[in-house]
């Protein structure tokens, strides 16, 4: 027995198997059963050209030796992706257990109690930071969920809207481009004609059903868009807001100034960058239009003695049960990586989110203020973790990647500079230190953070999030690892038994394909 094989370990069925197999589906042998079900013109005559098949071992070397050649430079890009933090309990007990990593989509909650309490704290997250009464649990991308909020709001039309085909959706020029490439797409066939411009010369027009505004913009700013939601609202129109939700902790919910969907995406909380994705999106709205929501909703009702238990209360784009009736199409969830932000948010709970979104404002102004000292102008008034400074954008990202570190150049002479909760002293003196040399001054070196304030005072958080239990219980990593395993233990996965339901998740790959994610 070769004990190198991946298949002889992996992929079924066995040889002594296939007798009993193929006795009872009624054929000879695996050729006959090939014969008799794929049509002789689309079938291969000789077998497929593959090279020698590596071993598990052979393969994690290879796949080793493939990311060395990757260079990991500081990325200060922003635009929706920044390096964060993943604690190191939430990466052992939950990306890299298959307790988690393999369970299926909860559809049968006597066996996924355990998920669903996971994804219930994930849409009580979201719903308190975007002050919305609604959460789903969770969407494929910020993108998409953006997509899902504009048609959302296009079904959402009033009786003479529909009658007058008012079909115009006005996006804010301060969208993120993946999210307005994603719009564009998705407009088109359902024929909605969109107009992106400046939020502050909107006309409110009743051509219009419906805007996206992003909350910091894309630019970094932030607006204070009470006004605007207020106008809008009189006059019919919706909103949607795609919102940062690490800046959630620090700015005003946009549910608290009355907008109607809150969208964005949850990587900030944990999440490792991951080549762009994937990334859980999150959906918030208004209970009022929870027949309209796109994906699932985890309810609380009670089991057959009475007690708490959890089910899936709404799946409504599920196509096995609405078919052509779904309000969606979209890969409805991120089950693992949504399960990771939550647990992100229950580790550090409202005084320790506080404490992140601090830092990563006080280490932007710090950088805005040692910038300004060696004579460079920075634009964004209002900001909560992205600047733009104005000087030769070339000579910055030539000497920039000399020292291993990605800026934004949105044009030759601006530089963008969006900060994380990684970011330390250490890594603002090298930031300032390419500014300085690009600018022949000498940069004097930052010793202490000083205290941010450039959050507009009208759109600083005033309101309460995560008072629930569960957000102020497991700060330490002993109790959070023993409350990941008590939800674990209510579930069913690979790790117990086979499960009879779909295989469209994480659990046929094996545990070698496994690592590389926790590879930076």
């Known amino acids: 027995m070769n004990t190198d094989s991946f298949a002889l370990r992996h992929i079924g069925p066995r040889r002594s198997d296939l007798p009993e197999m193929l006795k009872k589906v009624g054929v000879e042998s695996l050729e006959q059963l090939v014969f008799e079900t794929i049509p002789d013109d689309i079938r291969l005559k000789k077998d497929l050209k593959l090279d020698t098949a590596l071993s598990e071992q052979e393969y994690l070397e290879h796949i080793n030796e493939l990311a060395a050649k990757n260079k990991l430079f500081k990325t200060y890009i922003g635009l929706g992706y920044h390096a964060t933090h993943l604690p190191p309990v939430i990466q052992r007990n939950i990306l890299e257990n298959p307790g988690w990593y393999t369970a299926y989509t909860p559809y049968q909650a006597e066996i996924a109690q355990g998920r669903l309490e996971a994804l219930l704290n994930f849409q009580t997250m979201v719903a308190d930071l975007t002050g919305m009464e609604l959460a789903n649990a969770s969407l494929l991308d910020e993108a998409t969920a953006a997509a899902e909020a504009m048609t959302l709001l296009f079904s959402l039309r009033d009786r003479n809207q529909k009658k007058n085909d008012v079909n115009k959706f006005f996006i804010s020029e301060e969208v993120l481009p993946q999210t307005l490439s994603v719009l564009k797409t998705r407009a088109i066939p359902i024929g909605i004609e969109l107009v992106i411009g400046k939020h502050e010369d909107f006309d409110f027009s009743e051509e219009y059903f419906g805007v996206l505004l992003q909350y910091p913009g894309r630019t970094g700013r932030v607006y204070d868009f009470k006004g605007f939601i207020e106008n809008a609202n009189s006059q019919n129109i919706k909103v949607a807001v795609a919102a940062d939700i690490l800046s959630l902790v620090l700015l005003e919910s946009p549910g608290h100034f009355g907008a109607d969907v809150v969208v964005g995406s949850t990587q900030r909380f944990g999440i490792p960058l991951g080549y762009g994705g994937p990334h859980a999106a999150f959906f918030a709205t208004k209970d009022e239009y929870k027949r309209n929501i796109p994906g699932r909703i985890i309810g609380v009702s009670k089991d057959m003695d009475g007690n708490p238990a959890l089910r899936m209360a709404l799946q409504t784009r599920e196509q096995h049960i609405k078919r052509d009736r779904a309000t969606s199409n979209i890969c409805t969830a991120q089950v693992l990586l949504a399960v990771m932000a939550g647990m992100y948010a229950v580790y550090h709970g409202p005084e320790g989110l506080k404490h992140i979104a601090n830092k990563v404002h006080n280490a932007t102004a710090t950088l805005a203020n040692a910038l300004e000292e060696i004579g460079l102008y920075q634009v964004n008034e209002t900001y909560f973790d992205t600047i733009a400074v104005k000087t030769d954008a070339t000579k910055i990202k030539y000497l920039a990647e000399g020292k291993q570190l990605n800026f934004y150049y949105p044009d030759t002479e601006t530089v963008s500079i969006s900060l994380n909760e990684t970011t330390t002293l250490k890594e603002l003196n090298k930031i300032v230190s390419v500014f300085a040399e690009a600018t022949n ?9 000083i205290t941010g304030k450039a959050i507009p005072e009208a759109a600083a958080r005033k309101t309460e ?3 629930n239990e569960v957000f102020n219980r497991y700060h330490s990593e002993t109790e959070l690892m023993r409350y990941i395993k008590k939800l674990e233990r209510k579930d069913l996965a690979l790790n117990h038994s086979m499960i009879s339901l779909g295989s469209c998740t994480m ?14």
């Open 441 to 449: 001054t000498e940069a004097k070196k930052i010793t202490e953070i």
């Open 507 to 520: 659990k046929l790959n094996a545990a070698a394909e496994m690592l590389p994610l926790s590879d930076p």
């Open 465 to 467: 999030f995560l008072t």
